[in-house]
């Protein structure tokens, strides 16, 4: 008796879903999500992929999972300890999380490497929390 054939789609089948199934559930993903799940499996090979790690911490942020988006940017400002916009990405991250020194000392350091985009900071979202301490004001004369 010869073995039943599987069809496209059979669930019974043990090599995973169906080509199409997983088509089916690309195309229903958001873009964020999409990305957060490539850059996420590019990461597992390559975990020191600087420009990557960049992006799917923005992405962490957008989607609100602030605590990952911490996570990748203090690996960033490991890997790449003298370049500003880490440096600021981190100051945002903590700041976002109520990590108010933290923020500060992060973004000190963002402008002592250089990050000028003062209308930028004043402005940032992200930073909403920093703007009603002193410190904010006094650190951002110190580079204007």
Sequence with gaps: MAAPHERPGDSSSSEGPAPETSTRRLREQSQLDFELEFLGR???RDPFFTDALRVHGNN???KGEYGRALKIDQRLVRLL???NI???NLACSYAVLGMTDLSFS???RALEL???HLDHVRRDPDLKALRRDPRFSRLLRRFD
């Design 106 to 108: 992060a973004l000190q």
């Design 42 to 44: 590019i990461l597992e």
């Design 81 to 83: 300890p003298d370049r």
């Design 114 to 116: 250089g990050y000028r």
């Design 60 to 62: 962490l942020a957008a």
């Design 86 to 88: 880490p440096w600021y």
